[in-house]
């Protein structure tokens, strides 16, 4: 079996070496310490810079997973409040309770008898803002006032749904400047990654092959064979059991990405060599990792993660 060593190129990889490369230099014999004072120096310190850039990346992807989920319930109930005053506008216009003329207060034609198109957020809140005005200048002008619901509880629905969006918007914006910044220095965390590995093998030069590889590993590196393993997750509702469907699952240590089908199920071929880490994430869920060891002569493997609802 063929073995390459794979180079960190993603976050989840640099941040995974930069951990086990620390982790050992705490307990290698000084005699062993493969790695020169300098890069010792450097990975200690990336340890601290990135995982603060990672721990604000993550608070920050919290932040608007939250936001996100608020948003969306205060998106639903103002979008039927909106249509259901419209509705019963509507319906009052064809009882003789109000006029047909008074559409107009809300900028629709005296004869459009349908409820304005609330297909996206922008639409939602502009009509909602429409009847706030409106029906205000209608009932100035003599009309009846409307209930079931009435101008001012679309009004709250209304506001309440503009200031999640609003929050929803900022949160957006901050977790794309949180990612942009782990972005900005992961050349310089893969150069310090590649660096300490070929330091490793370096020092181990002469030693056997099999040898090096192992040592190498204790530091954290990782190796492709030329072997197919094939790992079979399910992804399920921790409280529930219910399986979820478009769950990402990513192989750490190839940096590929699976997706899990309508039933919660994902079909992942890895040619990485020895284990793999599975880092598995939907919205509304806590993210976690699973370790998948490989054993001499298997080459399938079952794998049910059971995800927290945030």
Aim: glycine share 8%; with cysteine; net charge negative.
């Amino acid at each position: 079996m063929g073995l390459t060593r794979v180079l960190p190129r993603t976050e989840a990889q640099v941040e995974r070496l930069l951990h086990a490369l620390k982790a050992k230099m705490a307990v290698v014999p000084s005699g062993e310490m493969a790695l020169t004072a300098l890069t010792q120096a450097a990975v200690t310190a990336n340890n601290t810079s990135f995982d603060r850039l990672i721990d604000a990346k993550v608070i920050a992807l919290y932040n608007q997973t939250k936001s996100n989920k608020l948003a969306l319930a205060a998106k639903n109930v103002d979008k039927m409040f909106v249509s259901h005053f419209f509705q019963t506008f509507n319906m009052g216009v064809e009882r003789g309770k109000y006029d047909a003329e008074s559409r107009v207060f809300f900028g629709i034609a005296v004869k459009d008898k349908t409820v304005p198109p609330l297909t996206s957020e922008a639409l939602i809140l502009y009509w909602g803002g429409k009847i706030i005005t409106g029906d205000s200048a209608r009932v100035t002008a003599g009309g009846a006032a409307m209930a079931n619901p009435s101008a001012a509880e679309v009004g709250t629905t209304n506001g309440d749904y503009s200031t999640k969006f609003d929050n929803a918007g900022n949160d957006e914006e901050t977790f794309s400047s949180k990612q942009a910044d782990v972005t900005a220095t992961m050349p310089d965390e893969i150069r310090l990654c590649t660096k300490a590995l070929d330091e490793i093998e370096t020092f181990y030069s002469g030693l056997s092959k099999e040898a090096i590889r192992t040592k190498v590993r204790g530091w954290g590196g990782v190796y492709e064979s030329d072997e197919v393993m094939t790992i079979n997750a399910h992804v399920q509702d921790f409280a529930t059991g219910v399986m979820l469907a478009d769950a990402n699952i990513e192989v750490i240590e190839s940096g590929t990405n699976h997706t899990t089908d309508a039933a919660g199920n994902s079909v992942i071929h890895t040619t990485i060599a020895f284990s793999v880490t599975l880092r598995v994430s939907l919205d509304g869920y806590v993210t976690q990792d699973v370790v998948v060891d490989f054993t001499t002569g298997v080459t399938t493997y079952g794998v049910a993660v059971k995800l927290v609802a945030l």
